[in-house]
């Protein structure tokens, strides 16, 4: 049964445009959040993370919102950019710290076209 | 080196061989992980190792022997595996339990290949 959920495998966006990723998650002990990205061939690379006592936080064209009464986040790039085309995972923690592993979704790769 | 390095980056065995993947960090960290990512599933935690103490472990198969020797350094020994262990392998590491952020950092992986 997986916690983690990208619901979308696959995300077309115009180069300039919005990018908007979405995550759902089922477990109510997932108190931060992250998003990872990933080119073929390296590991995922950390972009962004949200604790659960905020519902925004920001970092250049990278922006987190968590809705947490519906247990859904979601990563909004802006403007996108050829070099944003990678595979973004969603992942989550439970209180405990980072020693205790990330629970990951599938990943969804993303597009930018020109 | 900065970051976490892995080697070998591909690795082909046969279901007899004896093999070990190397992770190493240079980031001063206190917990490194093992990860599996097969293909069209999400990545799965497999050890977890803080001040060199196991803390996790996910019910793995026995064939895979995780060994830390030091905060720095981890190791995955394969023995016995079989074609449905192929996938990539990931090392990471993060600062410790207690630390606020909870950001771990990758290694590039080591694409496994069982023949």
């Known amino acids: 049964d997986q916690q983690v959920k990208q619901n979308s495998p696959s995300l077309s966006v115009q180069e300039g445009r919005i990018s908007i990723l979405n995550c759902d998650y089922t477990n109510s002990m997932f108190d931060y959040f992250l998003w990872y990205k990933k080119y073929p061939a390296e590991g995922p690379t950390f972009l962004i993370s949200i604790s659960s006592i905020k519902d925004k936080n920001e970092d250049g064209r990278f922006t987190v919102f968590l809705n947490k009464s519906a247990k859904h986040l979601s990563l909004h790039i802006v403007p996108s950019q050829p070099g944003d085309s990678a595979v973004y995972f969603c992942a989550a923690s439970a209180p405990g710290g980072g020693a205790d592993g990330l629970t990951f979704g599938k990943g969804t790769h993303l597009i930018i076209q020109p | 080196e900065t970051g976490v390095t892995q080697t070998p980056r591909h690795l082909v065995m046969g279901m007899t061989n004896k093999k070990s993947l190397k992770c190493e960090q240079h980031?001063?960290?206190?917990?490194m992980y093992w990860y599996k990512q097969s293909a069209k599933k999400p990545l799965e935690l497999m050890f977890v190792y803080s001040l060199e103490e196991r803390v996790e472990n996910n019910s793995v198969p026995s064939r895979f022997s995780p060994e830390c020797p030091n905060s720095s350094h981890l190791f995955l020994h394969l023995h016995t595996l079989q074609p449905e262990d192929s996938a990539l392998y990931l090392c990471a590491s993060s600062q410790d339990r207690e630390a606020g952020d909870r950001e771990q950092y990758f290694g590039p992986g080591t694409r496994l290949t069982v023949t």
């Open positions: 980031l001063g960290h206190n917990a």
